[in-house]
């Protein structure tokens, strides 16, 4: 048996989400359908972090395993080179989906039970005039957006806490610390980067946070507001998350 560890990358503007749904277009369906093609079986795969409907990666970490018997395929057709490997399944793929990069790795690997932290990444388009060409890929805020309020925030995120205030299932039961390693925000142009570095998310926790951001950049927030919200836990107080399509998975570490 073989275990691979691969490197993805994809739009997801035409998926409805990572995981399998029956009858919907998935990014997991579509890699399981190219692998299954040569191996003449469908692993099932494990991904660093589910993305959402809309929501891209550059940098989405995946691993699964090939039977005994088909390690043949990869061992005498394939001659263990990961490149052909490589070259054949983005053959398969549509044009949306990319294998960047694939290794052999122990069996004890699992691309989810075995990561550090993840980075995603936000972009948003801040600019009085749309952008057709930019308007799956980010958000479009035609108002100023003030980067140093958004920079406060990023400090003070930027922390071990309970961060329950972002938890979109409302369970009781949920462990909800999340150990926000590195927040920042970097403005070039018309385009701003939020970057969030962390052990582990909440559900659509990067994308609430991104919605208070541009918010309090746009003076429609108060800065302390938010904070007292983020420490009394009060999701009452915590507006509407950003939209899907500025959201990245960019990095894995492990």
Known sequence: MFNFHCIVEYDGTNFNGWGKQPGLRTVQDEIETALGKVFNDRPNIICAGRTDKGVHACGQSISFKITKENSKIWEQQLK????????????????????KSIQTVKNSFDARKSA????????????????????????????????????????????????????????IFDYKIVNLQCVKALKRGKFIKIS????????????????EMVRIGKNEKNPETFKQAVLTKNKAAIGKPAPACGLYLTKVKY
């Open 80 to 99: 263990n080179d990961a490149n052909k490997l490589t070259l054949r399944l983005n053959a398969l793929l549509p044009q949306d989906i990319a294998i």
């Open 116 to 171: 550090k932290s993840k980075t995603y990444e936000y972009i948003i388009y801040n600019s009085p005039q749309r952008s057709p060409l930019n308007k799956n890929s980010s958000w479009h805020i035609s108002n100023p957006i003030d980067i140093n309020k958004i920079n406060e925030i990023a400090k003070f995120l930027q922390t071990k806490r309970d961060y329950s205030v972002f938890d979109s299932y409302n369970s």
């Open 196 to 211: 969030i570095t962390g052990d582990r998310f909440l559900y659509k926790m990067i994308r609430k946070i991104a919605g």
